[in-house]
T-cell receptor, first 114, second 112 residues
Framework: DAGITQSPRYKITETGRQVTLMCHQT?????MFWYRQDLGHGLRLIYY???????DKGEVPDGYVVSRSKTENFPLTLESATRSQTSVYFC?????????????FGQGTRLTVV | GEDVEQSLFLSVREGDSSVINCTYT??????LYWYKQEPGAGLQLLTY?????DMKQDQRLTVLLNKKDKHLSLRIADTQTGDSAIYFC????????????FGAGTQVVVTP
C-alpha cells in the first residue's frame, strides 16, 4: 500500500531497554523526519534526513539514534529508554527541496516507558 | 521557548465560524502552515500560505497573515462536528529546508 507507515502503533518498554520504532514510506521522498508529540509542546523535531545516509539532529536529539541506509526506511532507536521518552512519535516525509511541499505523517507510535 | 504560539483551546457551536490564532517570531519565515490532527491519527495538511501573501481562501478555510505583527489566523466557516480536532500552526524558513517548527496546537471542540 502506498503511504507512510509506522510500527508498532503501541509499545510498552522498561527503563533502560533499547527500542526501535520503524518508519517506511513508498513515495521515494528524499526528506524524512521524526517528531515527538507531548502535551503542551506540540511536535518537536528529533532527527531528520535529507537523503539516504544523510541525517542531522533536530531540536531534541539526546537519547535517540537514527539511520537511513535506504531511502524508504528511517528507523528511530532509543538506546536506553527513560520515562521522559514516554511520548507519541510521528514519522513524516516530504519531497526534496520544496518548502511549499506537504509533509505526510504516519499514524504515530505511542510509546510508554515504565 | 516556543517560536510558534497558539491558544490551547477553542469551543465553538456548530454552524458558527471558528478563528484559530497563531503568532510566530522568526522573521525569515517563508511558508506558514495549518495542520489538522484528528483523534488517534497523524497530522494532515489543511492549507499553507507563502509569507508574501496576506490572505488565502480555500472553500471553508480562510488564512490571514499579518507579517508586520507576525500573526497568522485560520478561519473555518460553518463549523461542523467533523472539524473537532487539534489544529497546529507551523512555519518553515529559508534555511530549514522542509523542517517545520510547530506550535503547541489548539484543540477545537464543536458543540451541537
Amino acid at each position: 500500500d502506498a503511504g507512510i507507515t509506522q510500527s508498532p502503533r503501541y509499545k510498552i518498554t522498561e527503563t533502560g531497554r533499547q527500542v526501535t520504532l520503524m518508519c517506511h514510506q513508498t513515495w521515494s521522498h528524499s526528506y524524512m523526519f521524526w517528531y515527538r508529540q507531548d502535551l503542551g509542546h506540540g511536535l518537536r523535531l528529533i532527527y531528520y534526513s535529507a537523503a539516504a545516509d544523510i541525517t542531522d539532529k533536530g531540536e531534541v536529539p539526546d537519547g535517540y539514534v537514527v539511520s537511513r541506509s535506504k531511502t524508504e526506511n528511517f528507523p528511530l532507536t532509543l538506546e536506553s529508554a527513560t520515562r521522559s521518552q514516554t511520548s507519541v512519535y510521528f514519522c513524516a516525509s516530504s519531497r526534496q527541496g520544496a518548502m511549499n511541499t506537504e509533509a505526510f505523517f504516519g499514524q504515530g507510535t505511542r510509546l510508554t516507558v515504565v | 521557548g516556543e517560536d510558534v504560539e497558539q491558544s490551547l483551546f477553542l469551543s465553538v457551536r456548530e454552524g458558527d465560524s471558528s478563528v484559530i490564532n497563531c503568532t510566530y517570531t522568526d522573521s525569515s519565515s517563508t511558508y506558514l502552515y495549518w495542520y489538522k490532527q484528528e483523534p488517534g491519527a497523524g497530522l494532515q495538511l489543511l492549507t499553507y500560505i507563502f509569507s508574501n501573501m496576506d490572505m488565502k481562501q480555500d472553500q471553508r478555510l480562510t488564512v490571514l497573515l499579518n507579517k508586520k505583527d507576525k500573526h497568522l489566523s485560520l478561519r473555518i466557516a460553518d463549523t461542523q462536528t467533523g472539524d473537532s480536532a487539534i489544529y497546529f500552526c507551523a512555519e518553515s524558513t529559508t534555511d530549514s529546508w522542509g523542517k517545520l517548527q510547530f506550535g503547541a496546537g489548539t484543540q477545537v471542540v464543536v458543540t451541537p
